[in-house]
């Protein structure tokens, strides 16, 4: 069966309709995804499935403004969508982000994983967030992202104010250090796994695999039909997933206003 690539990225949007710092509007066949405390264009943007049109697009431009963001747009690679890489390229805009959805298609792994803990309390969490700091260091070839520090602000006050148990914190100790983090979120059947990373000092040992794997068998448990995450084409994490038994199935693209 072919996979609704609309679909995912919809529960991913939809994910974010769950936290108490973004914002999710749908209006007629057009999802805006507004973040209040993060004005980045990937925390911020129209999600669309169809070729828009000039009105569509202009309430989209509007609608950013009024928010003191810049128009983004974002949709998958299916083919009635590619026209929109020219339309937008023609009317100001560029392209900043291509991901890739990669899916665990395998059964659930079995693996030891005794040495890592879901985090429950605040003082666990400040071990969370600082081992998830330290693993995004800068100018770290094998992180694409670059520090993480502002990012980390959004965690926190994603925290704080956690209100259900849709997102699992998960943290890998190595003789009584933590040396690794990851999130799982659940929502309409889907598990979305982010924030991975491990500190530099253990890398190659085997940790950021073996937290990425408990989110998928943590997934699994939540009965999930899909188990997935997005990586950039050519970055490290899009070989490392791969490596480890991730299959890519699409990609999607996100343009935002020069």
């Not at 679909?7 to 209006?27: E, M, N, W, Y």
């Not at 950013?64 to 890489?85: A, G, H, Q, V």
């Not at 991975?196 to 073996?210: A, H, Q």
């Not at 990425?212 to 490290?236: I, M, P």
Request: with cysteine; net charge positive; aromatic share 14%.
């Amino acid at each position: 069966m072919e996979m609704d690539k609309y679909k995912i990225l919809k529960t991913f949007a939809d994910i974010h309709r769950d936290s108490p710092l973004s914002k999710v509007i749908v209006k007629d066949k057009i999802t805006y995804i507004y973040c209040d405390n993060n004005s980045e264009f990937w925390w911020n943007y129209a999600l669309v499935d169809h070729i828009i049109s000039d009105n569509e697009l202009k309430e989209i431009e509007e609608y950013f403004i009024s928010k003191d963001r810049r128009s983004s747009i974002y949709f998958s690679d299916d083919e009635k969508n590619m026209p929109l890489k020219n339309i937008l390229q023609k009317k100001g805009y560029k392209i900043v982000a291509k991901d890739v959805w990669l899916f665990w298609d395998k059964p659930a792994p079995e693996i030891e994983d005794s040495n890592i803990v879901e985090i429950i309390n605040n003082k666990d969490f400040e071990k969370w967030i600082n081992t998830f700091i330290e693993s995004y260091p800068k100018n770290d070839p094998k992180n694409p992202y670059g520090e993480q520090t502002e990012f980390s602000e959004v965690l926190k006050k994603s925290w704080q104010a956690k209100s259900d148990n849709n997102d699992k914190y998960y943290l890998l100790y190595n003789k009584q250090i933590p040396v690794a983090t990851a999130i799982l979120t659940s929502h309409n059947k889907m598990g979305y796994i982010s924030a991975v990373g491990s500190i530099p000092s253990v890398r190659g040992k085997g940790f950021g695999k073996k937290i990425s794997l408990h989110c998928v068998k943590e997934s699994f448990k939540q009965k999930n039909k899909y188990h997935f995450l997005a990586t950039e084409k050519g970055d490290y994490p899009h070989d490392f997933y791969q490596r480890i038994g991730f299959e890519p199935k699409f990609t999607s693209y996100l343009f935002t206003k020069k």
